[in-house]
C-alpha cells in the first residue's frame, strides 16, 4: 500500500505541466478545432519565456497568443494562416522551429560550424604537440658526460 502512494505521487509529479497551461475558460467547446488550437500553439514560442510553447507557458500573453489562435481558427483560417498571421504580426522569432532561409541561415549553420571549428582545433593542436615533442627531448650525453655523470651518482667528487 506505501508503494501503491509513492508510485502516485511520481505520477503527479512527473505528468507535463504543459497540460496545465491552457485554461480551460479558453478551451473550444469543439474538440476537432481545440486539437488544431493545440497543435498550432506547440509550434509557436512565448515571448515571454522564449524556451517554451505557448501551449506550455502560463505567461498572460501566452494566454493572450492562445486566445488569438482559437479566434482565428473560429474566423476559418487553416494552420498555416493562422501561422503565417501571426509570423507577420510578431516575426520569424515566434517560431520554435524557424525554417531555413537567408534571415535564420546563422541559427542553422552555426552548430555545426563550431562543431568543424572545435575538431579543425583539436587537429591543429594535436599535429603541433607531436611536432614539437622530438624537438623538446634531451641531447644524447657524449661518452665524456656518462662517465662524468655515473661517478656523480656513484658519489665520487667531480672537479
Known amino acids: ?5 509513492a508510485l502516485a505521487l511520481l505520477i503527479v509529479l512527473f505528468v507535463p505541466a504543459s497540460s496545465w497551461a491552457v485554461e480551460p475558460d479558453e478551451m473550444l467547446s469543439n474538440p476537432v478545432l481545440e486539437a ?5 500553439s506547440k509550434e509557436l514560442r512565448c515571448m515571454v519565456c522564449q ?3 505557448i ?6 500573453l501566452a494566454h ?3 486566445v488569438l489562435v482559437r479566434q482565428r481558427i473560429l474566423a476559418g483560417d487553416s494552420n498555416q494562416q493562422v501561422i503565417n498571421f501571426l509570423v507577420a504580426r510578431y516575426g520569424e522569432f515566434i517560431l520554435l522551429k524557424p525554417p531555413l532561409s537567408w534571415n535564420t ?12 571549428l572545435g575538431a579543425l582545433m583539436i587537429v591543429v593542436v594535436e ?6 615533442a622530438p624537438a623538446a627531448e634531451m641531447p644524447k ?3 665524456a658526460e656518462e662517465a662524468r655523470l655515473a661517478r656523480i651518482l656513484d658519489g665520487e667528487a667531480v672537479p
Open 127 to 132: 599535429r603541433r604537440r607531436k611536432a614539437a
Open 141 to 143: 650525453l657524449s661518452t
Open 55 to 60: 501551449d506550455e507557458s502560463e505567461a498572460p
Open 51 to 53: 524556451n517554451e510553447s
Open 36 to 40: 488544431r488550437a493545440r497543435v498550432i
Open 1 to 5: 500500500m506505501k508503494y501503491l502512494h
Open 64 to 66: 493572450d497568443l492562445r
Open 105 to 116: 541561415i546563422a541559427l542553422w549553420g552555426a552548430p555545426p560550424a563550431l562543431l568543424l
